[in-house]
């Protein structure tokens, strides 16, 4: 016991002031409780990788995804220690990039954000917002009237509850700094656009046996995958969510937590209030921490489609048609010669496309030097720095 408690400190001892360096260098305070759920999060993470038998120093785990999370988990101070908790930990494989080497597959830390974190993100970073009250949770056997306006006046949704049956929806009451309260409400029919994402997610390195890897098919082979995935969407879209989630022919591409009946309704539940949530307006104290919160609830699919894109950039082949060589040539005319223009004095300057001459700015304009950088800039070998 006393190694892994050694262990982990050294852990927390490496990476925590790393972080801190990086969130004052983008403008981010690092203030006592993000320093704690930085630790917090070391420590669940450290449980993750000890289930999985995998050291933090191991060349297959990817560091640049640790300090990413971490990064994140200060920036929007989500506590993995909290209860509930607010933010959750799992490892998955990922096909990497290496220069000069074919891909290599990379262990990777993949961080969700529980209902609780993001009712903690709305508390903090919501935009006019003052308290976030009690959410309800209507189930199926609740008396249950949906808010009315007349005119600007709003008349208040009612909920008597049972406890009895299946979550049908979540409602958000918020109290605004001006003391008006809002009710923002998500359906459970909604979650099924979170199940055809995760199912399209899933379905990303699915090959249906038509060729060893999504890597290697042909041409006519991704054709066919391509059609053989379209048949599977398209008869989820047509699917109501707990239809999908029954059917037998679906199960195969939902994870467990999706899909298992002690883990189901939860995270149904958990996708009503984050998709109730995210669409609350936020006020981020830096850009640095928008990002993040852009990043750390973007779906998965989307995050592997834009990892594909950056992957295959600038690898398009394009086929020029083959087309004979005449052996003796025509030569070209050559071209008519025209008297040129009279060369323009030192303050003027030529418009390259009409050749029309114009007076150009003096060097003592306030934007001759940004100009001049500029210039300089563009035809310099150095690379150029990244923002």
């Known amino acids: 016991m006393g190694d892994f408690s050694t262990g982990l400190a050294k852990v927390s001892s490496t990476y925590a002031p790393m972080i801190e360096r990086q969130l004052t260098s983008n403008g981010v305070n690092m203030d006592d409780y993000s320093k704690s759920c930085v630790v917090n999060a070391i420590a669940a993470i450290n449980n993750v990788l000890d289930t999985k038998g995998i050291k ?3 060349a297959d785990l990817d560091q640049n995804n640790l300090t990413d999370i971490l990064l994140k988990v200060s920036a929007l101070k989500l506590n993995a220690s909290s209860d509930p908790r607010e933010v959750y930990f799992q490892t998955r494989n990922v096909k990497v ?3 000069g080497q074919k891909d290599a597959w990379k262990k990777q830390i993949e961080m969700g954000i529980e209902g609780d974190g993001n009712d903690a993100i709305l508390s903090r970073f919501g935009r006019d917002v003052k308290q976030v009250a009690q959410v309800w949770l209507v189930r199926e056997g609740d008396a249950f009237t949906y808010p009315t306006y007349t005119g600007l006046e709003l008349s208040p949704p009612s909920w008597s509850p049972t406890g009895k049956g299946k979550v049908l929806r979540v409602v958000y009451p918020i109290i605004k700094t001006n003391d008006v309260v809002e009710y923002h409400i998500g359906e459970r029919e909604d979650v099924v656009r979170n199940l055809i994402a995760h199912i399209k997610n899933n379905l990303m390195n699915e090959t249906f046996g038509i060729a060893k890897s999504r890597f290697d098919a042909s041409p006519k082979q ?3 995958i391509d059609a053989k995935k379209n048949e599977i969407m398209n008869k989820v879209k047509e699917m109501s969510l707990d239809d ?5 022919d679906i199960q195969q591409y939902i994870s467990p937590a999706w899909k298992d009946p002690q883990s189901r309704e939860s995270m149904i539940i ?3 209030r984050n998709n109730v949530v995210k669409k609350i307006p936020k006020d981020f104290a830096t850009s640095f921490a928008s990002i993040q919160y852009e990043r750390a609830t973007t779906d998965e699919y989307t995050k592997q ?8 950039a600038n690898q398009a082949f394009i086929d020029i048609p083959h087309s004979e060589v005449d052996d003796d040539p025509t030569p070209d ?4 010669v025209k008297p040129q223009a009279d060369p323009p004095k030192q303050t003027e300057t030529i418009d390259v496309d009409t050749g029309e001459i114009f007076d150009a700015p003096q060097k003592d304009s306030k934007h001759q030097d940004i100009y001049d950088d500029f210039d300089k800039a563009q035809n310099s070998d150095q690379p150029g720095l990244g923002f």
């Open 333 to 336: 005319p050559e071209p008519e």
């Open 222 to 224: 991704k054709q066919e």
């Open 270 to 272: 958990r996708k009503m």
């Open 97 to 99: 990039k290496v220069p």
């Open 244 to 248: 999908a989630l029954d059917s037998e």
């Open 305 to 312: 489609v834009q990892e594909d894109i950056s992957r295959n």
């Open 56 to 58: 933090w120093n191991d």
